[in-house]
T-cell receptor
């Protein structure tokens, strides 16, 4: 089955720096990879989607890369702000058989003012 | 406003009781999903439904049941067979090719 690894340790950075979160996966190559933000006690919110034939996607201060050879996605937040503090989840859509996402356990980001 | 709602926000249940969690969406999405999230962990798929009157088991379906009689509604029943039901339950919906999911606010279930 698909296995997704995100750094379980919290990432602490200073305001204004770039935060980089990692998502590694095994087995199948996903057709899509998605990133979500989750605040404590709330449902995840969709941020970005990147397709298997795309190497990079940007949205405002967010950037996602997708390396199907390394089986890895990197999620960057530039000019980070304390309001960016949350847990970030990656999710894979393999498009084979089951039409449902498989989620990683998430990485908690803490941006210090 | 379009969105997805879950009720109740907090739910307490005695051991041995069945309980049903509500999930409603007015986004006209075909697909709906139920996830369970335990502290410090990711989302695990319980059940999902791609169309009305059809649903499939996810990774942890044992002890749960669902129905999909209407496009807008996908209720989840946590039965007494579920050994450790205390968790945060999230419902989601999606439509379109990209499978981007919209989540409800969640229901926190505590078994006393």
């Amino acid at each position: 089955s698909q296995k997704i690894e995100q750094n379980s340790e919290a990432l602490n950075i200073q305001e204004g720096k770039t935060a980089t979160l990692t998502c590694n996966y095994t087995n199948y190559s996903p057709a899509y990879l998605q990133w979500y933000r989750q605040d404590p006690g709330r449902g995840p919110v969709f941020l970005l989607l990147i397709r298997e034939n795309e190497k990079e996607k940007r949205k405002e201060r967010l950037k996602v890369t997708f390396d199907t050879t390394l089986k890895q996605s990197l999620f960057h937040i530039t000019a980070s702000q304390p309001a960016d503090s949350a847990t970030y989840l990656c999710a894979l859509d393999i498009r084979a058989g089951r039409r449902a996402l498989t989620f990683g356990s998430g990485t908690r980001l803490q941006v210090q003012p | 406003d379009g969105g997805i709602t879950q009720s109740p926000k907090y739910l307490f249940r005695k051991e041995g009781q069945n309980v049903t969690l509500s999930c409603e969406q007015n986004l006209n999405h075909d697909a709906m999903y139920w996830y369970r999230q335990d502290p410090g962990q990711g989302l695990r798929l319980i059940y999902y439904s791609q169309i009305v009157n059809d649903f499939q088991k996810g990774d942890i379906a044992e002890g749960y049941s669902v129905s999909r009689e209407k496009k807008e509604s996908f209720p989840l029943t946590v039965t007494s067979a579920q050994k450790n039901p205390t968790a945060f339950y999230l419902c989601a919906s999606s439509s379109g090719h990209s499978n981007e999911q919209f989540f409800g606010p969640g229901t926190r279930l505590t078994v006393l």
